[in-house]
C-alpha cells in the first residue's frame, strides 16, 4: 500500500501532523508501510518559497492585523487556484500521481485539495483516497473544506460542528483528534502528583518569541512558592544565553532547553504549559493532559486554538504578564482546585492516539475499492505490530559517513531529516557525531551558550533520539545509525585544538576529561576513536585543529583511526605515515553530502564495521558526487525529483 502525505513549512502544525502520521503508519503494519512526505511547495518553488514563508513570520510576528486581513481575504475566495496561479505545483503534483499510483493521498495543508480538484476536474473519479486533516479548530478557513475530500479528519466535535455548518456532508468528517506524536500514547512517565501539599508546582514556559519582559515574567513566575519552571527557547540562541545569564541565580528551580525532540516527555511530567495558541502547541498539550495558559495567538487561525482552550474549560488565556502570573496563582491556590477542574475535562477530550486512529482509517481505506466511503469507529487499543528485522547481507561493499551533524549542534537538518536524507541516497552506515565542548575552555564555554554545540541537560535526549531514528533507519533503509560525539577541545591556537570523534557509543562521556581519558572511556564502550580534521585543511574556511598531528607519537597508539580525508580536503601526511584511516563528510548541510566518503568490505553489522576499521584491511575512500541515484523510496519508486526538475516540471 502506498500513501502520500502532502504537507508545507508555514506553521509547525502541518508538518508535526504528516511526520506523526508517518510514524504511526510505519508502527502499525508489520510490512514497511510505503509512506512518503513530501513538502512539493519547496521542491516546486524552491526560493520563492523560502521567501513567502518569510514574509508569512514577518506578517504573524510583525504586523498581525495586516495578516489577519490576508487570511480573512483567503477565507472568502473562491479557490486559492484560481487563474491558474498555482500551474508549476498542479504540473508537478498530477506528474507525480500519474508516476507513484498511490492509493491514499492526505493533505496537511489546505492548498493541495485545491490542485487536486483542478487536475481531476473533468474526471469522473480520483483513483486514490483523499484524506484532508485540518490542523486548527474552531476558526477553521474556508481554503480547507471548499473542495471535495473523501474524509475530512478534526480534532474535536466544536471543529466538526463548523464544517457541519459550511455544508459539508457527516459522513466526509471524523473526529479522530490531531495526530500528535505517537509518543504521547506509548510514552512510559511516571504519574505525575497533583500540585498540593510539599509537591512541586512543575511549569512548561514555550517561549515563542523574546516577549517583552519576558525575564520579568519569568522571575514573577519563580517568586510564586514552590515552582519549578521548564524552559524552551527554540532555535532562539541568543534568547537562550541572555536568560542563562539573567537566571543563573535560581539553580535546581530552573531548567533552560533550547530545541528539544521530547515534548511528549516534558508536557507529560509537568501541572501546566504556557505557551502560543498554535495548533501543534495546543493539542499535544491536550494530548498529555497539560492544562494550558495562552499568552499569545496569531489572528485568524490560533483563534480558535485558544477558543478552544477557554471553552472546554481545559485552561485559560492570559495575554499580559500580570495575567498570566495571576492565571498560574488561581491554578494552583485552593488545595489546586481549578487545576483539577482542567484536568478533569482534559480526561473527556484528551485523544493521545489520534495518529493510530487517522492510520488505521487510511489503512482501511486503501484496502477498500468499491468506492469512497468514512470508516466509523475503531478499537481502544490500537495493536502496534513489531516490525520483522531481516538478516543483514553477508559482505559488503558499504557506503558509509562516519561525521555528521544535527540541529542538536550546528548542523541545518534534525536527526529524522538526516536520516531520510542519507537513507534516500543509498548509504549503508551513518554515525550522527554532534559537537560536545570542552567546558573548562573559553570557546566550549560560548559554544554552549550559543547552541552550536550539544548542552550537556540534552545528552540523554540525544541519545535516546537517536537510538528510536536507528530502529526507523534499518526498518525502512537497512540502514545502519550509529550514535557518536565530536568531542571539542579547542585552543587559542590550531596547535592547541583537537577534535575527536566517538563513533558507536552507547551513553555520556564527561566534556571535561583530558583526551586519552576520553578515548579510554570511548574504548570502554566498545567504540572507536577517531582523530578528525588531524591536519591543515585548505578547502574549508575554519580553525584548523592540529594538537593530534603534532602529538601523534603519543595519540598513534590510542586512535582506532585518523580522518584521511575530510569535506573536500586530502591529508596525504595521513597516508605517508600509514595510519590506519577513514574518509568523512564532516555533514553540516545537504550539499556536503558530495564529499569524501568511506567504503568497507565487511558485514553490515556494527562490530563487524568497527572491527574492519580497527584492523583497516579492505578500507578504501571515494568521492561522492551528484551523478549517484538516489535510491527510491518506497513508497514513490517512480519518482524522482531531480529527473523532473531537469524536465523543467519542478524547481531544483
Same mark, same amino acid.
Given at each position: 500500500?502506498?500513501?502520500?502525505?502532502?504537507?508545507?513549512?508555514?506553521?509547525?502544525?502541518?508538518?508535526?501532523?504528516?511526520?506523526?502520521?508517518?510514524?504511526?503508519?510505519?508502527?502499525?503494519?508489520?510490512?514497511?508501510?510505503?509512506?512518503?512526505?513530501?513538502?512539493?511547495?519547496?521542491?516546486?518553488?524552491?526560493?520563492?518559497?523560502?521567501?513567502?514563508?518569510?514574509?508569512?513570520?514577518?506578517?504573524?510576528?510583525?504586523?498581525?492585523?495586516?495578516?489577519?486581513?490576508?487570511?480573512?481575504?483567503?477565507?472568502?475566495?473562491?479557490?486559492?487556484?484560481?487563474?491558474?496561479?498555482?500551474?508549476?505545483?498542479?504540473?508537478?503534483?498530477?506528474?507525480?500521481?500519474?508516476?507513484?499510483?498511490?492509493?491514499?493521498?492526505?493533505?496537511?495543508?489546505?492548498?493541495?485539495?485545491?490542485?487536486?480538484?483542478?487536475?481531476?476536474?473533468?474526471?469522473?473519479?480520483?483513483?486514490?483516497?483523499?484524506?484532508?486533516?485540518?490542523?486548527?479548530?474552531?476558526?477553521?478557513?474556508?481554503?480547507?473544506?471548499?473542495?471535495?475530500?473523501?474524509?475530512?479528519?478534526?480534532?474535536?466535535?466544536?471543529?466538526?460542528?463548523?464544517?457541519?455548518?459550511?455544508?459539508?456532508?457527516?459522513?466526509?468528517?471524523?473526529?479522530?483528534?490531531?495526530?500528535?506524536?505517537?509518543?504521547?500514547?506509548?510514552?512510559?512517565?511516571?504519574?505525575?502528583?497533583?500540585?498540593?501539599?510539599?509537591?512541586?508546582?512543575?511549569?512548561?514556559?514555550?517561549?515563542?518569541?523574546?516577549?517583552?519582559?519576558?525575564?520579568?515574567?519569568?522571575?514573577?513566575?519563580?517568586?510564586?512558592?514552590?515552582?519549578?519552571?521548564?524552559?524552551?527557547?527554540?532555535?532562539?540562541?541568543?534568547?537562550?544565553?541572555?536568560?542563562?545569564?539573567?537566571?543563573?541565580?535560581?539553580?535546581?528551580?530552573?531548567?533552560?532547553?533550547?530545541?528539544?525532540?521530547?515534548?511528549?516527555?516534558?508536557?507529560?511530567?509537568?501541572?501546566?504549559?504556557?505557551?502560543?495558541?498554535?495548533?501543534?502547541?495546543?493539542?499535544?498539550?491536550?494530548?498529555?493532559?497539560?492544562?494550558?495558559?495562552?499568552?499569545?495567538?496569531?489572528?485568524?487561525?490560533?483563534?480558535?486554538?485558544?477558543?478552544?482552550?477557554?471553552?472546554?474549560?481545559?485552561?485559560?488565556?492570559?495575554?499580559?504578564?500580570?495575567?498570566?502570573?495571576?492565571?498560574?496563582?488561581?491554578?494552583?491556590?485552593?488545595?489546586?482546585?481549578?487545576?483539577?477542574?482542567?484536568?478533569?475535562?482534559?480526561?473527556?477530550?484528551?485523544?493521545?492516539?489520534?495518529?493510530?486512529?487517522?492510520?488505521?482509517?487510511?489503512?482501511?481505506?486503501?484496502?477498500?475499492?468499491?468506492?469512497?466511503?468514512?470508516?466509523?469507529?475503531?478499537?481502544?487499543?490500537?495493536?502496534?505490530?513489531?516490525? =520483522? !528485522?531481516?538478516?543483514?547481507? /553477508?559482505? &559488503?561493499? #558499504?557506503?558509509?559517513?562516519? *561525521?555528521? @551533524?544535527?540541529?542538536? +549542534?550546528?548542523?541545518?537538518?534534525?536527526?529524522?531529516?538526516?536520516?531520510?536524507?542519507?537513507?534516500?541516497?543509498?548509504?549503508?552506515?551513518?554515525?550522527?557525531?554532534?559537537?560536545?565542548?570542552?567546558?573548562?575552555?573559553?570557546?566550549?564555554?560560548?559554544?554552549?551558550?550559543?547552541?552550536?554545540?550539544?548542552?550537556?541537560?540534552?545528552?540523554?535526549?540525544?541519545?535516546?533520539?537517536?537510538?528510536?531514528?536507528?530502529?526507523?533507519?534499518?526498518?525502512?533503509?537497512?540502514?545502519?545509525?550509529?550514535?557518536?560525539?565530536?568531542?571539542?577541545?579547542?585552543?587559542?591556537?590550531?596547535?592547541?585544538?583537537?577534535?575527536?570523534?566517538?563513533?558507536?557509543?552507547?551513553?555520556?562521556?564527561?566534556?571535561?576529561?583530558?583526551?586519552?581519558? =576520553? !578515548?579510554?572511556?570511548?574504548? /570502554?564502550? &566498545?567504540? #572507536?576513536?577517531?582523530?578528525? *580534521?588531524? @591536519?591543515?585543511?585548505? +578547502?574549508?574556511?575554519?580553525?584548523?585543529?592540529?594538537?593530534?598531528?603534532?602529538?601523534?607519537?603519543?595519540?598513534?597508539?590510542?586512535?582506532?583511526?585518523?580522518?584521511?580525508?575530510?569535506?573536500?580536503?586530502?591529508?596525504?601526511?595521513?597516508?605517508?605515515?600509514?595510519?590506519?584511516?577513514?574518509?568523512?563528510?564532516?555533514?553540516?548541510?545537504?550539499?556536503?553530502?558530495?564529499?569524501?566518503?568511506?567504503?568497507?568490505?565487511?558485514?553490515?553489522?556494527?562490530?563487524?564495521?568497527?572491527?574492519?576499521?580497527?584492523?583497516?584491511?579492505?578500507?578504501?575512500?571515494?568521492?561522492?558526487?551528484?551523478?549517484?541515484?538516489?535510491?527510491?523510496?518506497?513508497?514513490?519508486?517512480?519518482?524522482?525529483?531531480?529527473?523532473?526538475?531537469?524536465?523543467?516540471?519542478?524547481?531544483?
Amino acid at each position: 500500500m502506498k500513501v502520500l502525505i502532502l504537507t508545507a513549512s508555514f506553521g509547525d502544525g502541518h508538518n508535526a501532523a504528516a511526520r506523526n502520521l508517518r510514524a504511526a503508519l510505519e508502527a502499525m503494519t508489520p510490512d514497511p508501510c510505503q509512506v512518503e512526505v513530501l513538502d512539493l511547495l519547496d521542491a516546486v518553488y524552491g526560493r520563492l518559497n523560502q521567501l513567502a514563508k518569510s514574509a508569512y513570520l514577518g506578517l504573524v510576528r510583525h504586523a498581525p492585523s495586516l495578516w489577519h486581513t490576508v487570511y480573512k481575504l483567503v477565507d472568502a475566495a473562491p479557490s486559492l487556484s484560481a487563474a491558474g496561479s498555482w500551474g508549476r505545483l498542479r504540473r508537478a503534483l498530477s506528474d507525480i500521481l500519474l508516476q507513484a499510483q498511490p492509493d491514499v493521498v492526505v493533505s496537511t495543508y489546505p492548498v493541495y485539495a485545491d490542485v487536486v480538484a483542478e487536475i481531476y476536474r473533468e474526471h469522473a473519479e480520483r483513483p486514490f483516497r483523499l484524506f484532508t486533516i485540518i490542523t486548527d479548530s474552531i476558526s477553521i478557513n474556508s481554503a480547507w473544506y471548499r473542495h471535495w475530500s473523501d474524509v475530512f479528519c478534526v480534532a474535536n466535535e466544536a471543529t466538526a460542528s463548523v464544517l457541519r455548518e459550511a455544508g459539508v456532508p457527516t459522513d466526509r468528517i471524523a473526529v479522530t483528534g490531531f495526530p500528535v506524536s505517537p509518543a504521547f500514547h506509548d510514552e512510559q512517565v511516571p504519574q505525575l502528583a497533583p500540585p498540593v501539599g510539599p509537591t512541586e508546582r512543575r511549569i512548561l514556559y514555550l517561549v515563542n518569541t523574546g516577549r517583552p519582559k519576558l525575564g520579568r515574567t519569568l522571575e514573577e513566575l519563580l517568586a510564586l512558592p514552590q515552582v519549578q519552571l521548564t524552559i524552551t527557547v527554540g532555535r532562539d540562541h541568543d534568547l537562550r544565553a541572555r536568560l542563562h545569564r539573567r537566571l543563573d541565580g535560581y539553580g535546581d528551580r530552573v531548567k533552560l532547553y533550547g530545541w528539544t525532540n521530547l515534548m511528549p516527555r516534558l508536557l507529560l511530567s509537568h501541572h501546566l504549559v504556557i505557551g502560543k495558541a498554535g495548533g501543534a502547541s495546543v493539542q499535544e498539550a491536550i494530548a498529555s493532559r497539560c492544562p494550558m495558559i495562552v499568552n499569545q495567538m496569531i489572528p485568524g487561525q490560533e483563534e480558535g486554538n485558544a477558543r478552544l482552550i477557554a471553552q472546554e474549560n481545559v485552561g485559560c488565556i492570559a495575554e499580559g504578564r500580570r495575567e498570566t502570573v495571576a492565571a498560574v496563582e488561581r491554578a494552583f491556590e485552593n488545595r489546586a482546585h481549578v487545576w483539577h477542574q482542567w484536568r478533569h475535562h482534559l480526561d473527556k477530550i484528551s485523544r493521545p492516539g489520534a495518529a493510530y486512529r487517522i492510520a488505521e482509517l487510511i489503512l482501511a481505506a486503501g484496502k477498500d475499492t468499491t468506492g469512497p466511503q468514512i470508516f466509523q469507529g475503531w478499537s481502544p487499543g490500537v495493536p502496534v505490530a513489531t516490525p =520483522t !528485522i531481516l538478516p543483514p547481507p /553477508a559482505s &559488503g561493499p #558499504l557506503l558509509c559517513d562516519f *561525521h555528521t @551533524h544535527t540541529n542538536y +549542534s550546528d548542523g541545518a537538518l534534525s536527526v529524522s531529516e538526516l536520516v531520510d536524507f542519507y537513507g534516500r541516497h543509498g548509504f549503508d552506515c551513518i554515525c550522527i557525531t554532534d559537537h560536545l565542548a570542552d567546558p573548562r575552555r573559553l570557546i566550549g564555554k560560548l559554544g554552549r551558550l550559543s547552541g552550536l554545540t550539544l548542552s550537556p541537560a540534552q545528552i540523554g535526549e540525544y541519545f535516546e533520539v537517536i537510538g528510536r531514528e536507528a530502529n526507523r533507519a534499518w526498518r525502512r533503509y537497512r540502514m545502519l545509525v550509529m550514535a557518536g560525539i565530536e568531542f571539542n577541545k579547542d585552543g587559542c591556537r590550531a596547535r592547541s585544538s583537537a577534535h575527536l570523534l566517538g563513533i558507536d557509543l552507547r551513553r555520556e562521556i564527561p566534556a571535561d576529561l583530558d583526551l586519552p581519558e =576520553t !578515548i579510554a572511556q570511548i574504548h /570502554a564502550q &566498545g567504540a #572507536l576513536a577517531v582523530a578528525s *580534521h588531524p @591536519h591543515v585543511m585548505k +578547502s574549508e574556511w575554519g580553525k584548523n585543529t592540529l594538537y593530534l598531528w603534532e602529538n601523534q607519537e603519543t595519540f598513534a597508539p590510542l586512535l582506532d583511526a585518523w580522518e584521511i580525508a575530510n569535506r573536500d580536503n586530502i591529508f596525504s601526511p595521513v597516508g605517508l605515515k600509514r595510519l590506519p584511516f577513514i574518509a568523512s563528510s564532516d555533514f553540516h548541510k545537504p550539499k556536503h553530502i558530495f564529499s569524501w566518503k568511506t567504503v568497507l568490505h565487511c558485514e553490515k553489522d556494527p562490530e563487524a564495521i568497527k572491527e574492519c576499521i580497527r584492523r583497516n584491511e579492505r578500507v578504501s575512500i571515494t568521492l561522492y558526487r551528484r551523478d549517484r541515484p538516489l535510491r527510491p523510496e518506497p513508497a514513490l519508486r517512480s519518482i524522482d525529483l531531480p529527473e523532473m526538475a531537469e524536465a523543467g516540471v519542478v524547481a531544483a
